[in-house]
């Protein structure tokens, strides 16, 4: 199983970056495939996810500004973060979450620096 996080980086605030997850070998059908972030001192905390029937789920600071979305034929999902500001800076982690098993699988993570 590989998920493959790419995009992260270095943004002004009020700019923007997106994200992309890959996922590969994952034995289940997904279910759902989302995004998660943890910035220094802080706790993980879900950003947004999209189930297979397309409905999503945001976190309400980012509600507006990022957008999730997702490739089922690849298995990608993506995360468009507009009007970025300082406290998005994280580690922002891939998720997917499979059924009938409910088992999840997670990305090696990749860092967003939102310099103000």
């Known amino acids: 199983v590989q998920l493959q996080a790419s995009g992260g980086g270095l943004a002004q605030a009020g700019g923007s970056l997106r994200l992309s997850c890959d996922a590969s070998g994952i034995p289940f059908r997904i279910y759902r495939m989302g995004w998660y972030r943890q910035a220094p001192g802080k706790e993980r905390e879900l950003v947004a996810s999209?189930?297979?029937?397309?409905?999503?789920d945001y976190a309400d600071s980012v509600k507006g500004r990022f957008t999730v979305s997702r490739d089922n034929a690849k298995s990608t999902v993506y995360l468009q973060m507009n009007s970025l500001k300082p406290e998005d800076t994280a580690v922002y982690y891939c998720?997917?979450?499979?059924?009938?098993?409910?088992?999840?699988?997670w990305g090696q993570g990749t860092l967003v620096t939102v310099s103000s």
């Open positions: 999209i189930v297979s029937s397309g409905g999503t």
């Open positions: 998720n997917v979450l499979t059924t009938p098993y409910s088992v999840a699988y």
